[in-house]
Every structure is written in C-alpha cells, then in structure tokens.
C-alpha cells in the first residue's frame, strides 16, 4: 500500500496537543507525524485525527463469539478495527466455569501478542434478575476458589470482571481482585446504592454499561445509577448507539461523569452480518432492524454495532472531537490501565474513517 501524507486540522493525540498537523499513514499505521504545515501537497486534507477507539466491552462481531471455545476470533478483530477500534478488550459472557477457564487460556496468548488489549469476564458472577441475555442455569455467587481458577487461567490477560456486589461473597472478592491488577465492574445487579458504595470503598472502579442491566434511577433510591452518575472514583461505560439509550439519558451521563464516561459497543457476534437469529451466552437472540433482543422477549442482548457507529452519532449532534478523543482512547486507557492506541483515525465531514 502506497503511504499517504494526511493533513489534519486538529491533530488530537491523547497528550493535550490539539492543532494543526500531517502524518504519513501505510498500512492504516502513522509512521511519521508533525506538527503545523505538511511537508508537501497531502494526498488527504481531513477535519482531526485522532487516536484509535478503545472499545473495553464487546463480545464479537461477524459470527464470533469471543466466549465461544475453540473459535478464532481474528475475524471479529478485524471487522472493529476497520471501524477505528484499534484496541479492544474482549468480554467473555456468562458460561459454565471450565469452559469459560478453557477460552482464557486460548485467548490469553492474544494479550500477550497484543492483539487483544485485555480480557474481560462478563460472568457469571451476576444477578439473575437483571441477567439480560446470560444464562440464569449457570449464574453463581462468587467464591475466592471460582476467583483464583479464572485469575490463573487467564495468565494475567484479564483486565476486567464484572460483578453483582450484593451477591454473597462479592465484597470479599473485590480486594482479591483489584491486588491482581484486574479492574472490578458492577453491572447487572440490583444491589442498593449504599452497597454500590460499599464496592467502590473496595476498589470497584467502573459501571458496566450505566443505565443498562440494573434498576432505572429513583429519586428515593438511587441504586448503581445514582451511585454511577455522582461517584467520582467510578468511570461508567456507555452504548451509545441510540437503541440501548435515549439522547437525553447519555446526554445525562456525559455531563455528569465528565472525565470518567467511556464510549463502548456490547457488540454481539452479529455485528457486521445484519437481521437474522443468532444467540450469545447460549440464549437465542434475534436482530431486527438492527436491534438486538432475546427471542420472545422485550429485552436487548448486546449491540450490533462499533463504537464508531456511537462516535458518528456524537458528531452530527454536535460533540466536538476532542471530547471524542477523551472518551474513546484517553479515559479507557487510565481507566483500564492500557495505552492510548496510536493515530489510526480520521473524522472526515463528520463521519469516521480508517487512515489508509
């Protein structure tokens, strides 16, 4: 592939610096970058460029399912890199316990490769009634034993597990894991705000997908929204592609949690192949007209979208690219302790581009 000298309006790269600037992409990588005026008449003149997407919860895309033993997920890494999510931190949905030990040591080479940025256990340490899509027959309570198995089939490549923190035996497996370097999520829970609280004074450090997944907001019992809306230590994810939020609830979020709100996808394996039945978790879904939910019911079982599909619906309401910036590469990557992706993607007329 040829290289092309790209001259960017906004040069946004994670560090502060936000001005004019050129970089020489091949092979959708920047290797060479400058500040002011490019060197020469650029191939393409673009509004910003900005670091690739961090997507830190997503479950597959073109068919696979990340939680799936013996599947090679190269196809669904490739099909959210092509939509600028350079780094991506596969999450495992709920599963019997050694299968979900058996992928982890398949796909903890990858971490170490750094083809996948990180692991993440979406179970089976949930509550069963806010369980979405997972399978209620192989939700469990966690034990400091179930912990430890997973921490050391993992190797280390786990970056994230979500919990339910009213759940017996929660709050003693909290400081287990924050010591092994693995950030502790709530999600799916019921718990009340004070237990919530409780996670966080033990390292509990993210909500998974705010709003989704546990009660809706209530001015007497705020619960993990209140909690997640006001609590400053807690950075909250966010599926931002219209179907699992309303405008005003993720405009909501975005001005309360500024600084700690990351964008995500929740995509599912049928991300990339359009309307038809598929399932995630063992639970069959369908997807109609984009939207994914659990067959026969009302209930949404993960996303068929990339963040750049959350990123594009930012921009045309108006959100400037720097704030993209922060919630795409800069928050994921101190919330989750990874690097800020390189340069990999333009915003071009106020639609996403890979460089390349």
């Not at 895309?61 to 939680?67: E, L, M, Y």
């Not at 999510?85 to 709920?94: E, F, R």
């Not at 209140?226 to 599926?239: A, K, M, S």
Request: hydrophobic fraction near 45%; charged fraction near 20%; charge should be negative.
């Amino acid at each position: 592939m040829t290289a092309l000298l790209v001259a960017a309006r906004r040069v946004i790269d994670g560090s502060g610096s936000d001005g004019p600037g050129w970089a020489v992409v091949s092979r959708g990588q920047v290797t060479q970058r400058g500040t002011g005026a490019a060197p020469r008449t650029p191939d393409r003149e673009i509004d910003a460029l900005l670091p690739g997407f961090i997507d830190a919860h997503l479950h597959g895309a073109r068919g696979v399912d990340f939680g799936t033993v013996g599947t090679d997920p190269h196809d669904a890494i490739a099909w959210h890199a092509g939509r600028g999510s350079t780094a991506l931190i596969a999450s495992l949905a709920t599963g019997a316990l050694d299968a979900m030990r058996t992928r982890l040591t398949e796909l903890s080479p990858l971490v170490r490769a750094g083809v996948l940025a990180g692991l993440h256990l979406e179970g089976p340490f949930l509550c069963a009634g806010r369980r979405g899509a997972h399978n209620p027959d192989l939700l469990r309570s966690p034990s400091r034993g179930d912990v430890e198995a997973l921490l050391q089939a993992g190797d280390g490549a786990i970056r994230m597990i979500t919990l339910a923190p009213e759940l017996p035996g929660a709050l003693d497996v909290i400081p287990l894991l924050v010591d092994a370097g693995v950030r502790v999520a709530i999600g799916h829970t019921e718990a009340d705000a004070a237990t919530v609280a409780r996670a966080a004074d033990l390292g509990a450090s993210v909500m998974t997908h705010l709003f989704n997944g546990m009660p809706p907001l209530h001015h007497r019992s705020p619960g993990p929204v209140g909690v997640g809306l006001t609590d400053e230590r807690i950075t909250v994810e966010l599926i931002g592609d219209g179907a699992h939020l309303d405008d005003r609830a993720l405009d909501l979020a975005l001005r309360a949690c500024t600084g700690r709100a990351i964008l995500v996808s929740d995509a599912m394996a049928a991300a990339g192949l359009g309307d038809g039945s598929y399932t995630l978790a063992g639970s069959d879904v369908v997807v109609r007209d984009g939207v994914a939910r659990l067959a026969g019911a009302t209930a949404i079982a993960g996303s068929t979208s990339s963040v750049s599909d959350a990123v594009e619906r930012l921009l045309a309401r108006g959100a400037d690219p720097a704030t993209i910036a922060e919630l795409t590469a800069v928050t994921p990557a101190r919330a989750l302790g990874v690097d800020v992706p390189p340069l990999a993607v333009a915003l071009d007329g106020g639609r996403v581009s890979r460089v390349g």
